[in-house]
């Protein structure tokens, strides 16, 4: 039992941290998932990248020669 009801304190028992699962019958499916998870782990630091990326204040080489 995973909960954090009264009745697992009261018989001793260890707060678990519930492992879940998912039935996955494409591949593409389970690395979807995997992808997603990591995505989300990440999405911060990634939003920061596409920002520097996308929004490049820095002069080009062009910019430099004229």
Do not use: T
């Amino acid at each position: 039992m995973c909960g954090y009801g009264y009745f697992k304190s009261k018989f001793g028992g260890v707060l678990q941290r519930p492992q879940r699962w998912h039935k996955s019958y494409w591949a593409s499916a389970r690395i979807a998932r995997r992808v997603y998870a990591l995505y989300f782990e990440k999405q911060i630091r990634l939003r920061g990248w596409w920002q520097r990326v996308s929004h490049d204040d820095r002069p080009s080489n062009q910019d430099q020669q004229a």
